[in-house]
């Protein structure tokens, strides 16, 4: 019985044994593998090795502005603030809209142009209604719905040019028969020109 | 014979009864044989803080825009097998080789010069330089040969090899030689591209003998 006992024990001990063995052999094999090996060739004679690949990458981000630039600008830089308005009844560029994207080809852009009224300066009641049209690159007069002081006008990038781009031309038409009663003065408003989506 | 079975029985009750489920520890330790310096050559890819890329990417930085930036540098080092010329000089000679594929993405591409520069060699403790060093009364020198030294990758790849031979060499010197890459982008195209990450392929293949 006592042989019994210790045969079975060494039995137990060899199981135990190659139990660890079975254990710790892939983290054996593991430690080996991660260990520094130096990249590269041996050498012997001639020999050639590729070292693989690798990427050379250059990221360029997106960027989206536009400006109104003046109409004699043929560097679509020239940022304009004030127009003065020297006709009633006709169709004056007052600014170029100017569009900087590195968007890709198709994308669309939207824009919404908001005004009021010229108002005399200083305020006292009396006002000269004029109207904001879009004259688009393709010399489409894109006019606001009757009665609205709000216009939209959506451009669809058409080729791969990422520069400044000219979309067309703000058009500022002041109404002739409120121009020809107004008193005299000065009369000013500011139109407002928001992107209002890029899709 | 009772003596001898206490003595036994003793023995027995002293061997611990193992099982499959007892826990035990091993302490394991490896060791890993690094190739012999011996007819060896190690070649990496650094970038330019000399920290070993392994095969990670490089950024091309801005400054590449419209003139050369220094993008990645490489090292080779190695004590290298002599080969004996016709004139019977002993040499070793290394060549590296790039290739390049177009900086794109998608269809979009920006055209790029890729110029070689060496930098320091080193023979054992002694700088080469250009003029070489002598070394235990043996003259010792290296020469570089770029089949083109400035590379424009445009639209297709491109491929420049490098080739520097070490003549004068004796087994057991350890010959090192770094390099530096630099990238120029074409600037009219790289400012009116479009957004996104452009990536270019930079195979190098190594050649010892």
Redesign the interface.
């Known amino acids: 019985m006592?042989y019994r006992?210790?045969h079975q024990?060494k039995k137990?001990?060899c199981?135990?044994v190659l139990?660890?063995v079975v254990c710790?052999s892939p983290?054996?094999a593991s430690?080996?593998q991660n260990?520094?090996?130096?990249?590269?060739?041996?050498?012997?004679?001639?020999?050639?090795?590729?070292?693989?690949?690798?990427?050379?990458?250059?990221?360029?981000?997106?960027?989206l502005s536009f400006l109104l630039a003046k109409t004699t600008d043929s560097t679509n830089t020239e940022v304009i603030t004030d127009y003065a308005i020297a006709d009633a009844g006709v169709n004056v560029a007052v600014a170029n809209l100017i569009l900087v994207s590195?968007?890709?080809m198709n994308t669309s852009f939207t824009f919404l142009f908001s005004w009021n009224e010229l108002k005399q300066t200083p305020d006292i009641g009396n006002a000269i209604s004029y109207m904001v049209a879009f004259r688009d690159s393709a010399n489409t007069l894109n006019k606001p719905a009757t009665g609205t002081k709000i216009l939209s006008y959506t451009y669809v990038k058409a080729d791969?040019?990422?520069?400044s781009t000219k979309l067309g031309s703000v058009i500022v038409n002041m109404d002739e028969d409120s121009y020809q009663s107004a008193l005299s003065g000065e009369y000013s408003d500011t139109i407002t020109v928001t992107l209002q989506g890029e899709g | 014979m009772k003596k001898a079975l206490l003595l036994l029985l003793l023995t027995a009750s002293m061997i611990p009864a193992w099982s499959i489920s007892d826990t035990e520890t091993m302490r394991i330790t490896a060791h890993y044989n690094k190739i012999s310096t011996q007819r060896s050559a190690v070649f990496s890819i650094l970038t330019t803080n000399n920290v070993d890329n392994g095969n990670s990417d490089i950024t091309i930085s801005n400054a590449a825009i419209g003139s050369l930036a220094e993008t990645f540098r490489w090292n080779f080092s190695g004590t290298l097998y002599n080969q004996t010329a016709a004139d019977g000089t002993l040499y070793s000679s290394m060549s590296v080789s790039y290739q390049f594929s177009p900086l794109q993405n998608g269809t979009n591409v920006i055209p790029m010069d890729i110029s070689f520069e060496p930098n320091y060699t080193t023979l054992g403790s002694s700088y080469l330089g250009q003029s070489g060093a002598t070394v235990g009364n043996v003259n010792y020198k290296d020469t570089q040969s770029w089949t083109t030294k400035t590379l424009s990758v445009d639209e297709t790849a491109q491929t420049a090899t490098a080739t520097y031979t070490l003549t004068g060499t004796d087994n057991g010197l350890l010959w090192k030689r770094t390099g530096s890459v630099y990238v120029k982008l074409d600037q009219a195209r790289a400012n009116s591209a479009g957004a996104g990450t452009y990536v270019s392929t930079v195979t190098v293949t190594v050649a010892v003998c």
Request: aromatic share 14%.
């Open positions: 006592m006992y210790f024990s137990s001990l199981l135990s139990l660890i710790v983290l054996c430690l080996i260990d520094t090996i130096p990249r590269g060739i041996a050498a012997g004679g001639t020999t050639y090795t590729s070292y693989g690949n690798f990427h050379m990458k250059f990221t360029i981000p997106d960027t590195r968007a890709a791969s040019d990422y520069t």
